[in-house]
């Protein structure tokens, strides 16, 4: 039986994109609703993408949708595309400019927070006709977005989880408990995770990767977090501290340019848990753009 090819001519990328988009979200209805317009004309798209390569591609619920076997092969084939197209685009955009490259890096608050200012510093002195982009997400979203080719680059804590993309090592840090001066917990010893567990928190969203290594340490020693607030920066999780909302756990290069100034106490943690390493992760080194590589080779030099 002679292998069926498709018409590549018929395909259409706007179709395409919002597949991509839809089997994203989960939801033909949020699908539309990203790219404007109405659930009438992308259900006509999708249907019309499946009548083209002849197979359903998605399986509609009463939760949303998924892909079929079809529909995941399409989607893995349409983000390496869309991917591609958003390159195109910047590079494009690119020469409008004036500039040699466009670096775009989604990255999680722990990078912002430390590394990431220095090597920006770098990038402008090393390749000033570089334009930068930078996206401050949790780690799980930097993930997705590269995966989906809408950044080169992102910076991710070690314990989320990247199938599929390259990693490089980009800092190694601990976390470390804040404490306002005189708290019950200030002693010259590391402390224990159990007696901080006996005091009300202040944390981060709990999908965020620095509280799911707090809660899984948590678990493993039969305790739970006691978070009285959640918050999203660094700056504004000392700043409840504080005020003495909680203490709280997050890492030491975090805390020590804002922990002194609010007149707060940097505690060391008991265990080996509390190691904490950013990587950079990325889909294939090797197809990189100029500016993702010359980002790459700084950090290379800087780690080494």
């Not at 706007?14 to 839809?22: A, E, G, K, M, P």
Request: include cysteine; aromatic fraction near 4%.
């Amino acid at each position: 039986m002679p292998e069926r090819l498709l018409n590549l001519n018929r395909f259409d990328l706007i179709s395409l994109r919002l597949f991509v988009s839809v089997v994203d979200l989960g939801s033909l209805t949020h699908g539309a609703k990203e790219f404007g317009i109405s659930l009438a004309a992308a259900s006509k798209r999708i249907s019309e993408l499946e009548t083209h390569v002849g197979q359903a591609l998605l399986i509609r619920g009463k939760k949303g949708v998924v892909p079929s076997a079809a529909g995941e092969a399409m989607y893995r084939h349409s983000v390496e595309l869309v991917g591609r197209l958003a390159l195109l685009s910047h590079a494009m955009a690119d020469f409008h400019l004036g500039t040699h490259g466009h670096l775009r890096i989604w990255a999680n608050p722990s990078a912002f927070a430390n590394f990431l200012p220095h090597m920006m510093s770098l990038m402008s002195k090393h390749h000033p006709l570089i334009r930068m982009e930078l996206e401050d997400v949790l780690s799980h979203e930097a993930v997705k977005t590269v995966v989906s080719g809408g950044a080169e680059l992102g910076v991710i804590a070690e314990n989320t989880p990247s199938e599929g993309l390259q990693t490089l090592l980009c800092e190694e840090d601990e976390l470390v408990l804040i404490t306002p001066t005189g708290h019950p917990l200030c002693t010259d010893q590391p402390v224990r995770l159990q007696d901080i567990l006996q005091h009300e928190l202040v944390g981060m969203n709990m999908s965020t990767s620095l509280m799911r290594q707090i809660n899984g340490q948590a678990s493993l020693s039969g305790q739970a977090a006691r978070l009285r607030v959640q918050v999203r920066g660094f700056d504004t999780m000392c700043k409840m501290v504080a005020a003495g909302v909680g203490v709280a756990i997050l890492p030491h290069l975090s805390a020590l340019p804002l922990a002194p100034a609010l007149g707060l106490t940097i505690q060391s943690i008991e265990g080996e848990w509390v190691r904490r390493r950013l990587y950079l992760a990325m889909r294939d080194k090797k197809q990189l753009s100029m500016a993702a590589q010359a980002f790459v080779g700084l950090m290379s030099m800087r780690t080494q």
